[in-house]
Nanobody, 121 residues
Framework: QVQLQESGPGLVKPSQTLSLTCTVS??????????WSWIRQPPGKGLEWMGA???????YYSPSLKSRTSISRDTSKNQFTLQLSSVTPEDTAVYYC?????????????WGQGTQVTVSS
């Protein structure tokens, strides 16, 4: 059973960089052919796929967020990390890490529980 757990600050000030880590247990992030993804849900809105790092280490980003997003991994800790720069209140959302069979949020088989991030001064 794969388990994912998000961690990071729940409050970030505008213009700062949001940084979240997902710790994975029960499976390796280098296992073929999964995509380790970040997905968010702003209040009152639907899910938004932000990006992913593949089992190979290749990264993929949503075009709308690409300029502000970076996803990396630490295979020794079986973790992957999201950094979102220059945040605004519009980046307030519940942030999920997930394992998916392809890019996007339609084929997620395991989800983290989600973590609320609020952008406010």
């Amino acid at each position: 059973q794969v388990q994912l757990q998000e961690s990071g600050p729940g409050l970030v000030k505008p213009s700062q960089t949001l940084s979240l880590t997902c710790t994975v247990s029960g499976g390796s992030i280098t296992t073929n052919y999964y995509y380790w993804s970040w997905i968010r849900q702003p209040p009152g809105k639907g899910l938004e796929w932000m990006g992913a790092i593949a089992y190979s280490g290749s990264t993929y980003y949503s075009p709308s967020l690409k300029s502000r997003t970076s996803i990396s991994r630490d295979t020794s800790k079986n973790q992957f990390t999201l950094q979102l720069s220059s945040v605004t209140p519009e980046d307030t959302a519940v942030y999920y890490c997930a394992r998916a069979l392809t890019l996007g949020s339609d084929y997620v088989d395991y989800w983290g529980q989600g973590t609320q991030v609020t952008v406010s001064s």
